[in-house]
């Protein structure tokens, strides 16, 4: 669904031609080899009335391109009104429907939203609903300083271009315009397959008493308390060869752990973490731990340091206290234990959040089988890909790593 931004601002103009001419010819160059099999649809906002947020029309649903039609229904967007981008991208994500298939939306704006809608909210409830919905914005002749527009995009999985005349504006509309490519595998994969871990990986303070390859798993058992980011923690194990690209990545491992049983007055205290982990002053993590109090709480949790200032966001995911939570605490244990669990570190743009996907299991009945903290915005972050197993008390924690892999995030 193309959404085509008809507020007033369009008659300005950019080296004597009005923006909405400049935008009605690049849509036009944009589905010159449009391809047969993918539909478009046409929307405008702001194009029938001043001052009202509501103005929204979708001029054409998604069908198989008429170039001649299409020609005709932008000829009759005259620019008068407002900049309602929120409320016109939920009608593009009603007009596309609920199906499956993957869809896109791709939002051209001069301006930013003057309606009241928060688009980084937006974006995040786009990406959280469940349905295969990109949109990407094409910034023309604007600046976004607090970033709403390159948010909408970035949390969606979609992404945000700035135009400042008309063949930047072309270039912008036939990159975001294309099929999206098919999924590839990792980056880089490690299923441990052998005796020795190698020289691709790097290990802290080595105690080759906690740890082994054995049966195709990195198998840890905790030698001394402590957790990732403490001085001279033994084994945290960093992944030298594993370069994380530029842009989007996920750090995901697949485990399965002992972390002890239910007891009356709380149980172990233990710790997984995935990551980014450089010193222990400067790290990003993804951690599940059980707390080990009276209520034996298990939390997800972001957790990053930088220059030795923490910043995290945390999700309690289970817990054995009063029965409104209805968590079955024991069979969640048994579950992590032999069925396990992928624990990944997720970069989106600047934002980070710890993610729990349990293979073919929920912490409660009818629950969700992904899990995922709120994002925690980074300007940067360094260091390898990076794991850790443990406990925070005196008690051991087992953790066998069948697989540690570096990939593209999924949405």
Same mark, same amino acid.
């Given at each position: ?16 031609? +009005? ?37 929204? %029309? ?7 391109? #008429? ?18 981008? =929120? ?11 609920? =199906? ?32 295969? *919905? ?10 976004? +300083? ?36 098919? +999924?590839?595998?990792? *980056?880089?994969?490690? #299923?441990? #397959? ?5 020289? %691709?990986?790097?290990? &802290?303070?080595?105690?080759?008493? =906690? ?38 990545? %996920? ?15 709380? =149980? ?28 034996? #709480?298990?939390?997800?949790? *972001? ?5 030795? $200032? ?45 993610? *729990? ?6 912490? &409660?009945?009818?629950?969700? %089988? ?26 051991? $924690? ?14």
């Amino acid at each position: 669904m193309l959404i085509l931004d008809g507020s007033g601002s369009m008659w300005g103009q950019i080296e004597g031609r +009005p923006k909405i001419e400049i935008a009605r010819n690049a849509i036009e160059r944009m589905t010159s080899d449009w391809p047969e099999d993918r539909d478009l649809g046409l929307m405008a906002y702001g194009h029938r009335r001043e001052g009202d947020c509501s103005d929204i %029309e979708v001029l054409a649903n998604p069908g198989p391109l #008429d170039r001649g039609d299409l020609s005709g229904l932008m000829e009759t967007i005259s620019p008068r009104g407002k900049t309602p981008i =929120g409320a016109a991208v939920r009608a593009a994500r009603d007009s596309l429907g609920d =199906g499956e298939a993957p869809a896109s939306v791709v939002v051209v704006t001069d301006g930013l939203e003057t309606c009241g809608a928060d688009l980084c909210a937006l974006g995040e409830e786009l990406a959280q609903s469940g349905t295969p *919905l990109t949109a990407h914005v094409v910034g023309f002749d604007v600046a976004d +300083p607090e970033g709403q527009l390159a948010c909408l995009a970035e949390r969606t999985g979609g992404r945000y271009l700035a135009a400042a005349n008309a063949e930047s504006l072309t270039e912008a509309l036939q990159d975001v315009s294309q099929p999206a490519p098919e +999924p590839q595998g990792p *980056l880089f994969e490690d #299923d441990f #397959d052998r005796a020795e871990l190698g020289a %691709e990986w790097a290990v &802290q303070q080595p105690d080759p008493n =906690g740890f082994l390859l054995d049966d195709g798993a990195l198998m840890t058992m905790t030698v001394v308390p402590g957790y990732l980011g403490k001085p001279d923690q033994p084994n945290v194990f960093s992944w030298t060869a594993a370069e994380l690209p530029e842009g989007d990545w %996920e750090i995901a491992a697949e485990f399965t752990a002992r972390m002890g049983e239910v007891k009356s007055l709380g =149980g172990r205290r233990a710790i997984l973490q995935v990551g980014r982990y450089a010193d222990p002053d400067n790290y990003v993590v993804a951690e599940i731990y059980r707390q080990g109090n009276s209520n034996d #709480d298990m939390w997800l949790k *972001l957790l990053a340091v930088t220059d030795g $200032t923490e910043t995290s966001d945390a999700l309690e995911i289970a817990s054995d206290s009063c029965c409104p939570r209805d968590f079955d605490l024991a069979r969640i244990l048994s579950d992590f234990e032999e069925k396990g669990a992928t624990l990944s570190l997720v970069k989106t743009g600047r934002d980070y959040r710890a993610r *729990l996907t349990m293979n073919g299991w929920t912490m &409660q009945d009818d629950g969700p %089988e992904v899990l995922e903290t709120q994002p925690v915005t980074l300007l940067r972050t360094q260091g390898p890909p990076a794991i850790f197993a443990g406990t925070m008390g005196p008690e051991q $924690t087992l953790a066998l790593f069948d697989r540690v892999l570096v990939r593209a995030p999924a949405k």
